[in-house]
């Protein structure tokens, strides 16, 4: 198959972001935020529920932080400029 699209393997501007170093490694933040909501969630739902509850809820609710933070202004990613319109 022939592709009409030149595809530029190596982008001029990286997309920045924004990140903490844990231990030596740098980790999104959107990433901790959502590590930390798990973890708040999971501490305040095993004094009340049962232990495969907690564990359901503070899956959905790292799961639901992750993507919900990776979108916000900042941490989308975005078409390099030598795409054209439509494509990302």
Same mark, same amino acid.
């Given at each position: 198959?022939?592709?009409?699209?030149?595809?530029?393997?190596?982008?001029?501007?990286?997309?920045? $972001?924004?990140? #903490?170093?844990?231990?030596? =490694? *740098?980790?999104?933040?959107?990433?901790?935020? %959502?590590? +930390?909501? &798990?973890?708040?969630v999971?501490?305040?739902?095993?004094?009340?529920?049962?232990?495969?509850?907690?564990?359901?809820?503070?899956? $959905?609710?790292? #799961?639901?932080?992750?993507? =919900? *933070?990776?979108?916000?202004?900042?941490?989308? %990613?975005? +078409?390099? &400029?030598?795409?054209?319109?439509?494509?990302?």
């Open positions: 198959m022939t592709a009409m699209i030149e595809i530029n393997l190596f982008r001029e501007h990286a997309r920045v $972001v924004r990140s #903490v170093d844990v231990a030596g =490694v *740098a980790w999104p933040v959107h990433k901790l935020q %959502a590590i +930390a909501v &798990a973890g708040v999971g501490l305040i739902s095993l004094l009340a529920l049962t232990p495969e509850l907690t564990a359901w809820l503070s899956g $959905v609710a790292l #799961v639901t932080t992750w993507l =919900v *933070a990776r979108h916000l202004p900042g941490n989308a %990613a975005t +078409a390099p &400029a030598s795409n054209p319109p439509g494509i990302s």
